[in-house]
Every structure is written in C-alpha cells, then in structure tokens.
C-alpha cells in the first residue's frame, strides 16, 4: 500500500519536483549572473534593459497568482461580469503607453515618489507618495506569498508554511542581491515559464472541446473534438450557446447575458457600476508603482513606448486565452458533473445503459478541497445547480475525518462533511435548495491537465507555473517597498549625504526586511489581505494616476494642488471602502450605485477636481518646474541634465 | 501634418529643449494623436463592452455574441492596435521634429 502510493505519486509529484527544481536553480542562477554593483543597478537595472526583455519582464511583474491561477476561473463563473477585469488589466496599459510610460521615462529617476517629489518641489509630497506606494505594495505581496504557500502545499504536499518559507528564501536571494537588474532577468525567465505552462494545456482543451488548437479561435467556435463532440450529441453548436443553455438548465444567468449578470452582480442600476469598476481597474493599474518602475528601466523614451506594447502582446497571450479556458472548463465541468451516479455500484440496477458516473479526476480533486459534495437528496447522483451547497465559517467546505486524521467516507466513497446546525460552528450548514456541489473556482486552471487527461509533466509545469507568476510579482513589488524606504525616504528626505555604497546597503536590508515582513503575512494571514488586494487598484487610481497626468500635462499643477488632491483622492476612497467593506454599509446606501470595488473612479475624480480647483486658487510653480514639465514632454535634450549626480564612493 | 507657425509660447523655449518651437509643434501633434487614440480606446471597451453590449449581441463573430466579444476578447485586441499604431506615430513624429534620440 505504502509503495503503490509512492509508486503512484513519484510520477506527478517526480515531474513537479524536477520542474520547480529546474525553474527555481535558473533563478538562482540568473540572480548570481546579474548581481547589482550600484544603486543605478540595484534600482533600474542600468537603463540597460531591451524593450522585449522588459516587456516580457512587466508581464510576469504583473500577472501575479491571481491572474495565473484565479482569473479563468472567476470569469467561468461570473460569466460576462468576468469581462471588467480583463477590460480593466488590459486597458490600463493603452493609459500607461499614451499618458505615462514614455514621460516618466524621460524624466529618468529611480521611483514614482521622485517624480511627485521633484515635479512639486515638495518633500511632504514625496513622503505622502512614498506611503502610498509601501501601503498598496505591502497588501499585494502578502497576497503573493500566501499563493506561492499554496501552490507549494496542493501540488508537493508541502506544508503551506514550509512552502512559504522555501519561496521567501527564493525571493531574498535574487531580490537582495541583485535588485532590478536580477529581478529583471529572472522575471523574463518567469514569463516564458508561466505563459508555457498556461498555453499548453489550453490548447488541449481546446482541442478536446472545438477541434481547434487556438484556445482564442475555439472560444467563438462549433463544439467538437472528443469530448465536444460528445456535448453536441450530433449537433452543430456553438460553445458559448451550449455553455449559455447549459447555465439556464442548471438555474444560472446565461454565461454571456450582460443584463442578467450585471444585475446579479451590482444591482438593477448596475452599469454605472460595470463602468466604475472597469474604470477603476485600468486607471489603478496604470498607477501602480512597481509596474510603471518598469518602464524606468529602458534605455530610452522610443523604447519605453515599445516596451509598452511588448508587455500588452505578452500579457495578452494570457489574457485572452484565460475566457476561453473558463468557458471550456465550465462546460466540461457541468457536462461531466451533471446528475451523474458518484459510483458505478449507486446506479440502479433497472436504470438504462449508459447512466453517467463521475470521472476519476473528481476524486483526486475532492481529497485537495477543490470540489466536495453533500448528497442532500440521497440518491447517489450529483445534482449542480445555481446557489451554494452550504454555508460555513470560511465559505470552503469542511471534510470529516477520523481520530488518526484518515478521511471518513459516505456510502457511495464520497468524503463526507461535518455537518452542523450553527454557521458559526466548526462545519458546514448545508442550504435548502437543490444544489450539491461545491466548486472552487480556482480548479479551472489547477485541474484542466488532469481533467484533460494530459501527461504528467504537464501537471509539473503548472506548478512551475504558478509559483513564477507568484514568485516575479512579490520581486516586482519588493523592490518598489525597498526602493521608497532607501532612495525615497533615506537618501532624498532623511540622509541626503549617504554615500551610494551606503545607499546600496540600506536598499538590501529593506528589501530583506520587507520580504521577511511578506512571508509573516503569507504565513499568518490577516483576514482583510485578499479585501485590500482587490481595492490596492481603487486607492492607486485614486492617489497617483490624477498627480502624475496632471504633472506632465498642466504645467499650472503645483504643490498645494497635488498634495490637497491626493489627500482627497485617496482618503475619500479608503473612507468609502472602509465603510462599506468593514463596517457594515449595504448595497442601499451606495453612493450612485457604485460598489467599494469601483469607487476608485469617484475618488479620481475627487482628485482631479480639487486638485485642480486649489491649484487655480495658489501660485503657479516656479520656472524652473515648468522648464521641467517642458523637457519631459520631448524624447530628446535636456534628459542627461535631470540624471542623478552620483557621488562618488568613499572608501571606508 | 502640423504647420503651426504661431510664435511659441515664453516657457516653450526653454533651454536645453534643442528647438522651442519644433517642442511645442510636436506636442500639439502629440496631443492630437493622443486624444483620437483615446476616443477608440474609450469605445471599445466601455462602448462595445459595457454600454452596446445588447444590441451589438445580435450580430455574430463566428460562433459567439459581438457584444460579448467585444468584451471578453476584441478589445483587447483593438488595445494592442492602439499602441502599436502610437508607437509608429511617434517615432515618425520625433524623427519629424528632430527630436529623435540617438
């Protein structure tokens, strides 16, 4: 028994190890490579990077666990809702390459809170952006950690504090010791990593549901192929009309009705709410710190534009393929889930031929979690239809197991759950409509190789996969909490004096402090993190976005108005989120119909609106800011005068 | 393209900036070019995504809703287009202008 699992689990769990063995050592070895020799390097890699590296490098920078693991599967449920965040994580980039990216590049320091700070003459303005920039990275990285824990525990059997560890100790040496430049390279490593890992297995579900081996072209096509063939029973059917009826059979709005999902979700007047996300997303990431530091990085303002569109072809490639992975998992989903005997020995003995048993995969992915169901009706089949299964303290369900911790089983082998008649209590409760299953969302990127029954290397490479997308972001962000604590708070406010060498030193130890900070927060997870993650985007749109555009293209903006604005901006919307998301407001009373998730949008124009009315009211900026706003506005001249004199170092 | 001949402006002329009038002639052109890419930014996503979604639903691309599409998969695409055709436009706008970096 105990050979035949090992046996059973070398051949995942070997590939696993091997793969994340072999993408781990490339980081390391990068990381030894590219060791950084001086501030220049340590925060933007020299200026020395191509424009496709660095594309590729704010592809993986960006996509984090969420987008590798959690995005299709958030759209396979919402449906067309899913449609604002990919409008929102895509469309912010038109606003980065157009209004940001090239300006800033120009402008050529090392930090956003540089820029606030030089471009209003203020070291109050800096400080209020270096805190903006720690706050919103800070609750990011958590989120990252606690991903890497997690891939480390569902696919190695690690336990997620281990994992953690393991992953910060990856993180701290590459970050540490190379700063930007290793962190660069590693990331371009990350992206081929995740993006293959992604690709591959959409393709062979694309393949096994259209016939077509582009999951993009498959979205929009016939079902076909083994298992869409199946579906059709003969038919010619579109997927997304299959998918539509199959949502309406099973009680759901119809995966592609805009309406019904935008009602379902924020309202009957939700469209000003669809419009605010959306908004909020995209502006929010164009301000996002560690993704507009990117952008510093490129030798110059030309490539700083090029860079742009490499990181959204690359970003794309993911970004496309993961609606149409949702769409084909949910399909599969239901078609191999629906009323199905949980056994072959629960099916009747005078019921016709061909009665549908649950596939093999189901049981692997019930014993992680990822799936559980609680037969409410007693007839051995699983009934999925819209609403939860049950209620629980965590929303997950709750598996009883035995005195030696050995999982207890129903009749029919199902895992059974504990079950108990207070929400608050330690099991689930189940609810009374007729839905039996519970399915994590999450499954429909981490089960597709299994449910496709695709080799086991493929199941590696998704672990490999997703512990990159994790791994970069945290890097990606690290680096921006190091930089705003060394080069923003020491060097520019505090010790003006310090020597780079010293500088460099300080930046390491933030960095190391700040990934420590991180894994404590992965292993010890506050409640609000996975709260605040969703709403970094609101309070970044309503902070930087309206300081920095207005910066570069009014060059009346000056320093009350920026500071005021900013103030405003973000102290409206983490008023609003604070109400509505920790104390108790409800839908009814949302300003406009605008959820906590959209009201960035509101709290960007609040910013913009009283940031300009105040700088109307006070002085215009000296000269010498507007011959600043004047020389960042072009490519060429005056760019070397805004370099940073770095002193030299003193040998102590 | 742009043949604004009218005096630049006090500030424009700034030293360091290789010619004061061509900066501020190739950013009124930049601005053009800025606020017509954004007008197909805007309709894109929050026309043919969010605001035309239903009625845009009753053509078809392939097997799938326009409207839907538009929203889960060509805007996205059109995003790219937009800055592609941004970066082609500025690097002739920089060469134009002689602003062009070595």
Redesign the interface.
Known sequence: MGTLALGAGLDVQGWTFLLVGFSFALYIGIAIWSRAGSTSEFYIAGKGVHPLANGMATGADWMSAASFIGMAGI?SFAG?F??VY??GW??G???L???LA?YLRKFGKFTVPDFVGDRYESSLARVVAVLCAIFVSFTYVAGQMRGVGVVFSRFLEVDITLGVIIGTGIVFFYAVLGGMKGITYTQVAQYCVLIFAFTVPAVFISLMLTDNPIP??G????LGGTVGGDIARGES?????KLDGLNEELGFAAY?A??QQIIARSGPKG?TD??AI??AL?VGTAGLPHVIIRFYTVP???DA??S??WA??FI?LL??AA?AVGAFGRTNLIEATRDAYYSAEAVPADSPAGEKVIPDWFRSWEDTGLLAWIDKNGDGRIQYRAGAPFTSATSKPVFASDSDGSPIRGEHGQRLLVVDGDAGGAGVVPTDNANELFIDRDIMVLANPEIARLPNWVIGLVAAGGLAAALSTAAGLLLVISTAVSHDLCKRTLAPNMTEKTELWVARGAAGIGVVGAALLGIYPPGFVAEVVALAFGLAASSFFPVIILGIFW?RMNRAGAISGMLCGIGFTAGYILKFKFMGGTREDWLLGISPEGIGTIGMLVNFAVGITVALLTAPPS?ET??LV??I???????E?HEMQVPPAHAD | MSTETEPASPASSTPGTSSGTDASAYWKSNLRLLSSLLVVWFVVSFGCGILLVEPLNAFRIGEAKLGFWFAQQGSIYVFLVLIAVYVVMMNRLDRKHGLRED
């Open positions: 759209i067309y899913g449609s990919l409008m895509t469309g980039y038109v606003l390459a157009l209004l090239p993009q072209l979205f929009i096509d016939t059917i579109g997927l997304l009309e592609t805009a309406p469209y669809v419009f959306t908004l995209m110059r303002v030309r534009r090029m742009a569109f959204l072809l794309a970004y496309t609606p060059k000269q507007q011959d004047e020389s506005r072009v490519p060429r001249g005056a760019g005068a």
